[in-house]
């Protein structure tokens, strides 16, 4: 076992950092000052001015997987991403973590990250050309509408979105919400999942197929918003499906094979989000120990009252922690594939928003009143991770996970 990081680990985290540091942290103001103005659901423009130099520096699409994870699917498919391993990538993800919107910067963001490796999995050379290509140059944007209003959606099982095949055609009729991105008017395809068999076994009733979002028949209705904030231009959108007609060749993978994408595309996209919040972690313990440091109350720094010592130093502990498990899920995900690491996948699904939720909530109280307020990001920040212990699996099915191989290791 060996904790140091390779050269080419170092490279491209100190390279991401660097970037961030020089181009994405100055322009935060203006970032700010761009969502809140005018027409809030259009594109940010620093973001769009900082793409084409994320881009050129070669930090771009990082999160693709490396080639032989993908060759047997279609080895004449030219366009790649830089080729980091889950490790490689993990430390990466860690600094576009600490600003809530860089990893757009570098075309890393979700869920687009994770909808492009369905697409580079499981999609043929023509859905690859007339979606993936736009996808990896940033171009357009993309949605994954699985969750539904009326079902228990954390059991998959349970969704109705019917898909109905219609001669040439598939007719897809259902109700969606929580689409994150379909409020971005570049958001232009959405991977849906829905029934094509209700009589099939359990876990062959579902599929998933491609619905451009200007198809007739579909209406963002309205967006959803997570403690106030509505996260636009990007969204988490409420979706009508009435009567979509769309071609055959938009099912994915086949028929019935729905919970056979899902697996595959929310292993590397889960741990992504884990990295990004270690990082957002990291923004907060810096917050709270400058604060501290430079403020009096009581005739002392506020970091010498010993409460603070115990909360920093713990706040650094859960810290460590963290990312070592998740450098581990990463790495056996390297190593022995996503099945071998389901259960630090699981792990660190669980305890990185958990980690990160108590350390913000501890910067909030060191910042008193400033740390609940717009002046500081560290009230946005706890809201985007709450819904980190819900999206992608609430953290009782993750539990449920790790307890049932748990029980399975020490069977009677
Ligand atoms: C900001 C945000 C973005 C999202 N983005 C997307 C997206 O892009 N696409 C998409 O399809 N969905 C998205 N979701 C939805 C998310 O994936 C679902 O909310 C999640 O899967 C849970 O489903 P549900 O809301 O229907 O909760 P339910 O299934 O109704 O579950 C409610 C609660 O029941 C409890 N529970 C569930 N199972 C168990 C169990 N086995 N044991 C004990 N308790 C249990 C949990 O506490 C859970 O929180 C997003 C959600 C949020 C908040």
Known sequence: MDFSLTEREAHYRDRVRDFI??????????????????????????????????????????????????????????????QLTNLEYALCAEEMGRIVWASEVFNCSAPDTGNMEVFHRYGTRRQKDEWLAPLMNGEIRSAFLMTEPGVASSDATNIQCEIRRDGDDYVVNGRKWWSSGAGDPRCKVAIVM????????KHQQQSMVLMPLDAPGVTVERALTVYGYDDAPHGHMEVKLDNVRIPASAMLLGEGRGFEIAQGRLGPGRIHHCMRTIGAAEEAIAAMAKRLQSRVAFGKALSEHSVWEQRIAEARIDIEMSRLLCLKAADMMDKAGNKAAKA??????????????????????????????????????????????????????????????????HGA
């Open 21 to 82: 540091e020089s181009h994405v942290r100055p322009r935060m103001p203006d970032y700010k000052s761009q969502v809140a103005e005018g027409d809030r659901w259009q594109p940010v423009p620093v973001i769009e001015e900082l793409k084409p130099k994320a881009r050129a520096a070669g930090l771009w699409n990082l999160f693709m997987p490396p080639a032989p994870a993908l060759a047997h699917v279609d080895e004449s498919f030219a366009f790649e991403g830089t």
């Open 194 to 201: 829905g029934k094509t068999d209700p009589d099939a076994k």
């Open 344 to 409: 630090e996948i699981a792990m660190i699904k669980v305890a990185a928003p958990r980690m990160a939720l108590r350390i913000i909530d501890d910067a909030v109280q060191a910042h008193g009143a400033a740390g609940v307020s717009q002046d500081f990001n560290l009230a946005s920040s706890w809201a985007g991770i709450r819904t980190l212990r819900l999206a992608d699996g609430p953290d009782e099915v993750h539990n449920r996970a790790i307890a049932l191989m748990e029980f399975a290791r």
